[in-house]
Nanobody, 125 residues
């Protein structure tokens, strides 16, 4: 399972950014995909997730209403649209995939076995 996250950058508060997570046909159809973020010295934090079928999406309270997880089935790519960015959104963002992720574990990093390399998002005030 290969995941490739991209799209990070340096933006100002209030700006928008879209992250991409390229997956494979197998991963896209058989895995739940999630976005996490991490600040150095802190635990990895759940941001958003898409269930395996795409029938359900989940968001952290801190990003609800500002971030949207979406996907392109043809491209097997999962996106994280980030609007109204805040300095506290600054982190390394990771996409992750997992099989058999039950609802109660959706927000847990341990539920995801496959991780891509992170992409850094820096939001200046």
């Amino acid at each position: 399972v290969q995941l490739q996250a991209s799209g990070g950058g340096v933006v100002q508060a209030g700006d928008t950014l879209r992250l991409s997570c390229a997956t494979s046909t197998r991963t896209f159809s058989s895995h739940a995909v999630a976005w996490f973020r991490q600040i150095p010295g802190k635990e990895r934090e759940f941001v958003a997730a898409r269930s395996r079928t795409g029938g359900y999406t989940y968001y952290a309270d801190s990003v609800k209403g500002r971030f949207t997880i979406s996907w392109d089935s043809a491209q097997k790519t999962v996106y994280l649209q980030m609007n109204s960015l805040k300095p506290e959104d600054t982190a390394v963002y990771y996409c992750a995939a997992g099989q058999g992720v039950i609802t109660s574990r959706t927000r847990s990093p341990e539920a995801y076995v496959n991780w891509g390399r992170g992409t850094l998002v820096t939001v200046s005030s």
